[in-house]
C-alpha cells in the first residue's frame, strides 16, 4: 500500500506538470509533437539526475518510486509521442517524423548521460 502510495504521489504532480508545460508550450511551437518532446527530453534528464543521486546515496526504491517512476514516469509520455508520431507520418511529414522519432532517442539519451554528470 505504501508504494502504491508514493507512486501516486509522484504521478499527480508530473501529469499536472507535463499537461501545463505542454498547453503553455503549444502556441509557441510549430506542432504540438514537439511540446512532447520537449517534457520528454526534460523528464530524461530528470531520471539522469534520480538514477546517479541512487548510485552516490544507495538505492532508494521509495525515492525511485516517488520520483523515478511516479513523478517522471508521469511527466514523460511514450504513448503520446507514439501517437504524435504516427499523427505526422500520416500528415505525410516524412523528413518531420524521421527527425522526431531518431531525434526524441538520441536527444533523450544525451539527457540522461547530462543529469548523470551533474551529478558526477
Known amino acids: 500500500m ?3 502510495l508514493l507512486l501516486a504521489i509522484g504521478a499527480v504532480p508530473g501529469a ?3 499537461f501545463r508545460v505542454v498547453n503553455h508550450l503549444e502556441p509557441m ?3 504540438k509533437h514537439w511540446g512532447t518532446f ?3 527530453v526534460i523528464a530524461c534528464f530528470a531520471l539522469g539526475l534520480v538514477a546517479a543521486l541512487a548510485n552516490h546515496c544507495g538505492p532508494d526504491q521509495r525515492l525511485g518510486l516517488l520520483l523515478g517512476t511516479g ?8 504513448s503520446t509521442f507514439s501517437v504524435e508520431l504516427l499523427q505526422t507520418l500520416r500528415s505525410g511529414l516524412f523528413r ?13 539519451v544525451v539527457a540522461v ?3 548523470m554528470a551533474t551529478v558526477g
Open 96 to 108: 518531420e517524423t524521421a527527425l522526431l522519432a531518431v531525434g526524441s532517442v538520441l536527444v533523450g
Open 71 to 78: 513523478f517522471l514516469g508521469s511527466l514523460s509520455t511514450f
Open 113 to 115: 548521460l547530462a543529469g
Open 38 to 40: 520537449m517534457v520528454n
Open 16 to 18: 499536472w506538470l507535463r
Open 29 to 31: 511551437l510549430p506542432r
Open 2 to 4: 505504501r508504494d502504491a
